[in-house]
Structure formats: C-alpha cells, structure tokens
C-alpha cells in the first residue's frame, strides 16, 4: 500500500507550569532601567552578566538557551501578564490560574473543559497526560479523565509488584473487577452510580497504562537531556508524543520558585535547568519530525515583590509568560509593566498589562481551533503570537 | 451480650480509622450501646503517652511554614489514639470549617485552629462556634480583622451563616450585615513580624474601639448583640440543627450532595434527619448526644459501604490493618505528601467550602495512588499486620474450600461486603494453585494468600467505608 500523503497533525498543547512563583524581574531583566539595579540591591543581576537581546531587556544568566530559542524567533514574551487584585496566596493564586475564575471559587479546570471538548465520550484516557505527582486542577473536572503519570518507565497498577507475570495475572483479574454492571452490591441503587464511576475510572486507568507501557522502548533519540525533573518530563512528553495515541494536552510541572531566602543561587539552578530543558525539548521534536504542531506555554502563578528582602523576594503580582514553537512568530507581546516606583501596584508590585485568560484565549482560539468564551469564561483581549 | 464483630468494625470505620483485630475481640464480647457510649466519652480516656515522643521527632520550628510536621502528628493520632472519635470529629470539623495554611501570614495559627477544633469537637456547638469566631487563623482567613466598627467586612459573617451554621436561603443579607457588625472587633494581636525571626502565632483581641456596640437584629431578633450572643441565636435554629445534621449524615453516614445543591436537593433520608435534628434540638446541641444517637441509629447501622473514603481514612485505614506505627516510624513523614498526591491536604483544604467528598475523591490518578499504595503495604511482609492476615489463614489447622478462604479473607480485611462480581473473581482465584490450610506454610500457599489480598485491596469496594 502506497503510504498517504502526510495529512496535517492535530495541534497539542505542552503547559510548563512554574510553581512557587517565578522572579520575572530576574527572568526577564530590564537591563538599562537604574530602578532595577535600586531596587535589586541583593537579589539582582549586574550589567555584563545578564544576557541582552534586546536593547533594553536582557535573560537571566544561566538561560542562554531562551536568548538562541528567542533568536530563532520562535518565542514570543508575554510581559506582565496577570489580572486584577492579584492573590498572594500560591493555592489561591494557582486556583484562579487553574479555573479562570479568580472572584469565586470554581470547581473546573480549564484544560479540562479542553478535554471535554475535545474528546466528549472520554473515549481516550491519555487526551491530557499530566507528569508528576497528583492531578492538577487545571486538568480536574467531574466525567472528564486525564491520565497523571508519575513514573513513565513504571506506570500503572500494582507497580510494587516485581514479578511480571503476576503482576499481569492480578491486572486480568481487576479489569474484570472494574467491569460497570447493571447491577452492584445486591442492586443496591445508589452504591450502583459509585461502583459504576469508580469502575470506569479504574477501567480508564488500565487502558491509558496499557497503551503507555510500550512508549519507553519505542522510542529513541539522540538527544541526551540533564538529570532533572523539568528535563525529564518534557523528555517525556516527546516519548508520548511521539507514539501518537492521540494526546492533546500535556502537562509539566518544574517546582522551587518560592524564594523568600536564598533566591540567587536557587534561581540560577532553575533558570539553566528551565531554558536547556526546553531547548533540548525542542532539538528533540524537531528530531522526530514534531515540532510544527507543538506549542508550549510557560507561566507561574505570580511574580515577586519590587524590592528583595536582602535574602529573597516575597510573593508579588505581574509575572510573564512565554509562549515557544515552531509556529511562534517570536518577540516581545504587551507592555513590560513599569519599574517607575510611582506606577508600582500597591506601592511594592509590578502591575499586570495583559489578561492572563486572553492568553489562554490566544492558544484555545489560534492555536487549539476551540471556541474559547465557555473555557475562559468571558471575552478577552487576544494576541496574535502565531505565524 | 456480645455485638456483631461487622457491625463493630463498621462502627470504627465510621467513628475512627479501623480497628485491631485485639480490640475488635474484646469488644465483641459487650454490647453495641455502651461500646457507642465509651467512644464518646472522650474525656475519661488519656492522650497517648507518646505524644511527647512526636513533639521531639517532629518539632515545630518557628523559622519555617512546614506545617507537613504537624500533619505527621495527626496521621500518628489517627493511627494509634485511643480515643479515635475525637480525632475522627477534628477531621470532621476541619471539613465544615475549611481553614488552610495558604492564606495565613503566621502559618502556626492553623495549629492552634487544629487543636482548638480538637479540644471543642464533641462539646456544645455554641463553644466551638465562638471559639471559632474567636480563632486567628479563622480570622485571618475570611478577614474579619479587617471587618471594622465603622466599615464592616462581610466575609466571615456570611460564611458563619453560609458555609458553617445554618445553610443558604435561611437568612436574608441584611442578617449578614447585622451579624458582620456584631463581630467588628474581634481581631488578633499584630505577631512578630515574619522577618528576620520566622512565623509566629498570633493571639485573639477583642478591639472594643472598633466593635460596633449598636443594637442590631439578626433572625427577627433584637440587641446590642455581641459575637457570642449571634452564635447562640443561630445555635437555637431548626436550620441550624439541619444544616450541621446534613453535615453529619454525609461525613458519618453516607454521601449526600456536595453542599452548593443542598437548598435545591432534598436529603437522601428524611426520617434520619428528623432524628438528628430532634436529638440536636432537644440536646441543646451537645454533640455527644447527637453523635451517640447517630451512631446507634438503624439508618447507622445499615449504611455499611455507603461512603467513599476519604484519603486521610484511606491511608490511615490501610496502615491501621497492615502496619503497626510507632512514633519514630520512617513511613509517617511521607503521609503529608501521600495524602496530598490523592488529593487531601490537611490543614489546608482547597476553599473554605472544603473538600468535595464522596466519588469526587476519586479520578485516576487518586485511583493509582490508592490503589498502589494499598498493594504495597500488604504485599511486604515486613509489615506485622500483613503478615498476619497472612499467617492467619496459613496456619489454619483445617483445610479450607476456596469459598471459606474468600470469606476469612473479607472478614480479616474488616468484614468487607464486595459485589458478587468481586466476589466471583476472588473464588475464581481461591480455586486455582494450592490448598489453602493444614498448616501448609509452603511459598506457593503463602503467595496465593498475598495475591488474595492484593485484589481485595485493589477491588472497588475497598475504597468505600
């Protein structure tokens, strides 16, 4: 058979999301601005150390590899993306991040509303593949199943179990134990809807482990990545990808940016960890012939206070995101928010420029094809960061 | 006369965490009320002697906001205390009145909010209720310290009517505001400042500047009302008694809806609500009455499996029947994060409407987790409990069919009731390979025995209670 011409791939969205907090002002450094270096006194980075790529705005240190991915044109910088009354609370804050809604509580994700869309039946578990421990909220909505992935090399049930042979013996007989029936515990009506669901989640959850278990041996690359949490997740999402069963939505998480004390050398770890990863993410897809249909966004649940404390910086407003890929018309998108002491939020924050769920939006909308005014519930401004 | 050793384990599920095969014989061997009755009076029971130990293992150190120490502490107290209901009613408590660490600038307050939820939990409601509203974390936490004399906050005054008392559609808004005003004033001390020292506790103040002593009128009645004299109004309501009777029901007895349905969907048993409600009302709303009525009611009684766990009774459910844990056990300190991963962080619950219960506790990654640890634990046989739920049916001196062998094997995992679908995959089971009893401790036996238990602990029934 004469192989088809290749059709275009479905887009996926990659979510790095950066916990704790990130320092945008020592991410995304605005270099030529002396209000910086006042205000940064210990928490800083001198000129000649940052790595300028623009006139005016310059990387953290150890992240060279945004300044080559930001030369390729393939990132676009949202500066100071946030929303109003910002929370200093990292539950809270992330909540709002998670559900778009930040006046009052909201018990859906919106990549799980994504998910819904996408796959209404959930006729596929590993739609949305989460890495790390525990379910995000963004992915968390009653009916909807998305897959959380610890360990990718040693996923699924009963993993404690050495002995193969038994270990597949035992998971014969708990998908016959998850199969849903009419009738449950004596017909006992209401247990039924519980065994039902616990059935269909326990059945999903086979199915996405048994379609995973061959990812790790079907995949090969000649990209070698550090030894890292973040490097490890997005290595495997490549791995996922790349057996195409069909995920939509991936979910990353790289955690420690809460630095209240000791931010310098904290920081630094992560910011080469963070910008070598995604490089070596990228090197890897495009090696697998998979980066046009990837885009990743980076975002954290806020940014940190103007002034350091002498040590580290405390929890603030006005951070930034990054969206990268292949498709990415790379620069800079809205304002970076005023280092002027005058025009600080609260006289200690950097204010926000840009609507956190118009950025969701841009993604849904340019990117994903989806209508996004249910998921982000409301009509936010876009931006045009696509080619 | 002797009580059912199901209806005992099922009472301990419920008004525990479990319950040792030693304690559940020599129960066994009284009758069911005064089993019920003992369990409430908690005060004739002392703490664990080992509460010192724990303090030293797991200090908790002001420079830090780890509050996953004191975490460690509770799981230890659920595992091992000998009071369990009091530590089942803290948990419960600590459900309705969701207060969390995330939004508090001095973290220890919410272990004074734990320890003041433990030492009120089975007293007069009106006690809790004004501790409550006299609590910092509580009060930073829905900022009633910034709710002024002369320009109020209405935070905690629609909570307190809302979400911890009496229910939506039982008060009109002009009653929050009233009730707002009655609680201007109550505030905490400014604690030391975070830096360079670390977190401090704070310590209530009544602010009689900033107290609004005006007369107010809150649910048709009239007053210069304090905080104190707006708890005991609400305490004396029939809403008040249904509402927390709902709460109840749900935590101890069966799932019910998740909160914001209550004003639109009726409870699930009407006929256990009038007898809450009755005992609560005619109690004065003395929680040991109501909970002893409630737990030696019939709808009790038949609500076997009526509930889904929650991860904290899940974890310490599992380590109670295979684990003996002492206070330097290795395993406890990894609990915070273990419960937080399926979805349960103690101290501090995702809003203040809590935690969503019943099948909301399960999605499948919860399920994994669950499901993964329970396996492991009574598959290692370095665990004391494992081993002899193992040892138990080895060394029995009869052989046993593969039915008797399904049936000791529910009966020692807690008298678990399973689907005759469950029921059929485990006979399927216990009729393959060898027999099972003469005393044969050959590795074959043993190794059918584990596999038995590790699909028990895997089937759908045990995550409910």
């Known amino acids: ?387 | 006369m002797a009580t059912d050793k199901a209806l005992i384990s099922h009472l301990y599920r419920r008004a525990g965490f479990g319950i040792t095969s030693e304690l559940l014989e020599e129960l066994s061997k009284k009758e069911y009320e005064s089993i019920v009755d003992d369990l409430v009076e908690i005060d004739k029971i002392p703490d664990l002697p080992d509460e010192d130990i724990l303090s030293r293992y797991y200090p908790q150190l002001q420079s830090t906001d780890n509050f996953g120490l004191d975490n460690t502490k509770w799981f230890y107290r659920m595992i091992n205390s000998k009071k369990p209901l009091q530590e089942k009613m803290t948990l419960f408590w600590h459900h309705v009145f969701a207060t969390g660490w995330t939004k508090s600038e001095q973290g220890p307050t919410m272990i004074d909010h734990i320890a003041m939820l433990r030492k009120n939990c089975l007293l007069n409601l009106r006690t809790l209720l004004t501790d409550l509203a006299s609590d910092p974390a509580m009060i930073f936490w829905l900022d009633n310290c910034e709710n002024h004399g002369k320009n109020i906050n209405e935070n905690f005054g629609r909570e307190l009517l809302e979400l911890f008392s009496m229910g939506i559609g039982n008060y009109s808004e002009d009653d929050i505001k009233e009730a707002s005003r009655a609680f201007t004033g109550w505030t905490f001390e400014q604690p030391i400042p975070l830096y360079p020292y670390g977190h401090f506790k704070s310590q209530f103040i009544f602010d009689e500047e900033d107290h609004d002593f005006g007369e107010k009128e809150f649910l048709g009645n009239k007053g210069n009302f304090n905080g104190e004299d707006i708890v005991a109004i609400i305490v004396k309501t029939e809403a008040c008694a249904k509402f927390i009777s709902r709460h109840l029901y749900n935590f101890f007895v069966a799932d019910e809806p998740q909160i914001p349905a209550w004003s639109i969907e009726p409870p699930k048993d009407e006929e256990a609500m009038n007898i809450l409600v009755s005992t609560f009302l005619n109690s004065d709303a003395d929680m040991k009455e109501v909970m002893k009525s409630l737990f030696k009611s019939d709808f009790f009684k038949n609500s076997m499996f009526k509930r889904v766990k929650c991860p904290a009774e899940f974890i310490a459910g599992a380590l109670k029947l295979t684990s003996e844990i002492g206070p330097k056990d290795d395993r406890l300190a990894s609990l915070h994060g273990l419960s937080a991963v399926m979805g349960q962080t103690l101290l501090d619950p995702p809003t203040v409407e809590g935690w969503h219960t019943g099948k909301e506790w399960i999605d499948g990654g919860s399920l994994t987790e669950r499901i993964n640890y329970a396996v492991g634990l009574v598959t290692d046989m370095n665990n004391s409990g494992s081993k002899s739920l193992v040892d138990n049916l080895v060394n029995s001196d009869k052989e046993l069919s593969a039915e008797q062998l399904v049936n000791l094997i529910l009966i020692n995992a807690g008298y678990l009731d399973v689907s005759e679908q469950t029921f059929d995959q485990l006979l399927d089971i216990a009729s393959k390979g060898p027999t099972v009893g003469n005393n044969n401790d050959s590795e074959d036996v043993r190794d059918k025995v584990i596999q038995l238990y590790t699909l028990l602990v895997s089937s759908p029934e045990f995550q409910l209670a």
């Open chain 1, 1 to 387: 058979m004469v192989a088809e011409k290749k059709t275009k791939k479905d887009p996926v969205l990659v979510v790095v999301q950066l916990s704790g907090g990130n320092d945008f002002l020592n991410t995304v450094i605005p270099f030529t601005n002396g209000i910086y270096y006042d205000v940064r006194n210990y928490v800083g980075h001198k000129e000649g150390e940052s790595l300028p790529f623009t006139d005016e705005l310059a990387f953290h240190p150890n992240a060279e590899p945004f300044r080559e991915i930001y030369k390729d044109g393939k990132m676009a910088i949202i500066q100071g993306i946030g929303y109003e009354n910002s929370s200093r609370s990292h539950f809270r804050a992330m909540d709002i991040w998670h559900t778009c809604e930040p006046n009052t509580v909201a018990t859906e994700g919106w990549l799980a509303k994504v998910i819904r869309e996408i796959d209404p039946n959930s006729s596929n578990p590993l739609t949305a593949v989460s890495f790390g421990k525990g379910l995000p909220r963004a992915l968390a909505a009653p009916g909807v199943i998305a897959t959380s992935v610890d360990n990718l090399d040693n996923y699924g049930l009963m993993t404690s179990i050495e002995d193969n042979s038994q270990r597949l013996a035992n998971l014969e007989v708990f998908s016959r134990m998850y199969t849903p029936a009419d009738e449950w515990m004596g017909g006992r009506h209401e247990s039924g809807v519980v065994m039902n669901y616990l059935a269909n989640t326990g059945s999903g959850v086979l199915q996405g482990a048994d379609m995973l278990k061959d990812v790790p041996s079907r995949y090969k690359s000649s990209v070698e990545y550090a030894d890292n949490s973040i490097a490890k997740a997005l290595r495997d999402v490549v791995r996922v990808h790349t057996s195409g069963l069909g995920t939509r939505v991936f979910y990353t998480q790289h955690g420690g940016y809460d630095h209240h004390a000791q931010e310098m050398p904290a920081h630094d770890r992560l910011m080469g960890e963070l910008s070598q990863g995604i490089k070596d993410f990228l090197a890897d897809l495009e090696e697998h012939e998979a980066s046009d249909e990837i885009v990743i966004l980076v975002f954290s649940e806020f940014g940190r206070r103007m002034k350091d404390n002498g040590s580290g910086t405390d929890h603030g407003s006005g951070g930034g995101a990054f969206i990268i890929g292949n498709k990415v018309n790379g620069g800079l998108y809205s304002e970076y928010p005023s280092i002027d002491p005058s025009e600080w939020l609260n006289g200690e924050d950097l204010k926000h420029t840009f609507d956190y769920r118009g950025v969701y939006g841009t993604l849904l909308e340019q990117h994903l094809g989806l209508d996004p005014s249910e998921i982000v519930l409301g009509n936010f401004e876009q931006l045009s960061p696509f080619k």
